[in-house]
């Protein structure tokens, strides 16, 4: 069993959380709004400028320095990992393909599928907007996975495990099924009822770049789920319902493969 670490929090500036530190890591927490690196419209206001100034405990001078793993969207929250050596980022980005992501949404509708698993060609335009195409010359082949947690009236909490690491490929998935994510403003129905993108990396289980053991960090629900969707401890009885074979509402994959799915933007 992967081991799960006693979680020591030190909160920063601009809300991101420091949840796990050794000598060769960092992982965060981080909130939505806040980039993962610099951009050249933004520099200072970033997780990787944070946790710079946080390991160099102030002092521009000092030559500790920390690596970028992988990144989380602008308006995704949830949890980040950092080397603290560029023999780390080796090791952890080399391993990366066994690295186990999962995350949380929460979508506009009813799922017709308690669980299933989507998979399309994803492309990216000249816009910077990605969609699913029929060309399979063209995109690159992704899959996402979804089992359904918890539905209200209109929307239903999904737990996502991202089985490849494409560029938005979750909100993309989500929408191509017809279960945007909430919040959503670049592919499904961005309103201003809903301030955030309501997608969450709630938890992240890779081998450690030290002695190779398989560690898993977890994150607590977002408060703004909650408020969505009620607490994830009183889930309903989808969950059981998906068990059921019998139920119309059970799925194994879904390919996306026409036309009629390409999101030009």
Same mark, same amino acid.
């Not at 793993?69 to 308006?75: I, P």
């Not at 990216?124 to 990605?130: A, I, Q």
């Given at each position: 069993?992967?081991?799960?670490?006693?979680?020591?929090? !030190?909160?920063?500036?601009?809300?991101?959380?420091?949840? @796990?530190?050794?000598?060769?890591?960092?992982?965060?927490?981080?909130?939505?709004?806040?980039?993962?690196?610099? &951009?050249?419209?933004?520099?200072?206001?970033?997780?990787?400028?944070?946790?710079?100034?946080?390991?160099? *405990?102030?002092?521009?001078?000092?030559?500790?320095?920390?690596?970028?793993?992988?990144? #989380?969207?602008?308006?995704?929250?949830?949890? =980040?990992?950092?080397?603290?050596?560029?023999?780390?980022?080796?090791? #952890? %980005?080399?391993?990366?393909?066994?690295? *186990?992501?999962?995350?949380?949404?929460?979508?506009?509708?009813?799922?017709? !599928?308690?669980?299933?698993?989507?998979?399309?060609? =994803?492309?990216?335009?000249?816009?910077?907007?990605?969609?699913?195409?029929?060309?399979?010359?063209?995109?690159?082949?992704?899959? &996402?996975?979804?089992?359904? =947690?918890?539905?209200? !009236?209109?929307?239903?909490? =999904?737990?996502?495990?991202? #089985?490849?690491?494409?560029?938005? %490929?979750?909100?993309?998935?989500?929408?191509?099924?017809?279960?945007?994510?909430?919040?959503?403003? *670049?592919?499904?129905?961005?309103?201003?009822?809903?301030?955030?993108?309501?997608? @969450?990396?709630?938890?992240?289980?890779?081998? @450690?770049?030290?002695?190779?053991? %398989?560690?898993?960090?977890?994150?607590?629900?977002?408060?703004?789920?909650?408020?969505?969707?009620?607490?994830?401890? %009183?889930?309903?009885?989808?969950?059981?319902?998906?068990?059921? &074979?019998?139920?119309?509402?059970?799925?194994?994959?879904?390919?996306?493969?026409?036309?009629?799915?390409?999101? #030009?933007?």
């Amino acid at each position: 069993m992967p081991r799960r670490p006693r979680p020591s929090t !030190k909160i920063l500036s601009e809300g991101l959380v420091i949840i @796990h530190e050794d000598r060769d890591i960092l992982v965060v927490d981080k909130p939505p709004g806040l980039l993962t690196m610099g &951009t050249d419209r933004e520099k200072a206001r970033t997780a990787y400028f944070i946790l710079t100034d946080y390991v160099r *405990k102030g002092c521009a001078k000092s030559k500790n320095r920390i690596f970028i793993v992988h990144r #989380l969207d602008r308006e995704t929250s949830g949890i =980040l990992i950092f080397a603290k050596s560029e023999e780390a980022k080796f090791f #952890l %980005q080399s391993h990366w393909k066994e690295t *186990k992501k999962k995350y949380l949404a929460v979508v506009h509708g009813k799922c017709e !599928k308690w669980s299933d698993t989507i998979t399309t060609y =994803l492309v990216e335009n000249k816009g910077h907007r990605v969609y699913s195409a029929s060309d399979t010359t063209k995109g690159k082949l992704s899959h &996402t996975a979804y089992r359904v =947690l918890k539905e209200t !009236k209109d929307l239903a909490l =999904l737990e996502v495990d991202l #089985l490849t690491g494409r560029k938005h %490929q979750i909100r993309v998935h989500l929408a191509d099924i017809g279960h945007p994510v909430v919040g959503d403003r *670049k592919y499904g129905k961005g309103t201003k009822a809903h301030k955030r993108l309501a997608l @969450h990396a709630k938890s992240i289980s890779f081998r @450690h770049p030290f002695n190779g053991n %398989q560690i898993t960090f977890e994150t607590k629900v977002p408060e703004y789920f909650n408020r969505l969707v009620g607490r994830l401890d %009183q889930v309903n009885a989808c969950q059981e319902r998906a068990s059921d &074979t019998h139920s119309p509402r059970t799925g194994t994959s879904s390919s996306l493969s026409s036309g009629s799915n390409e999101r #030009l933007g």
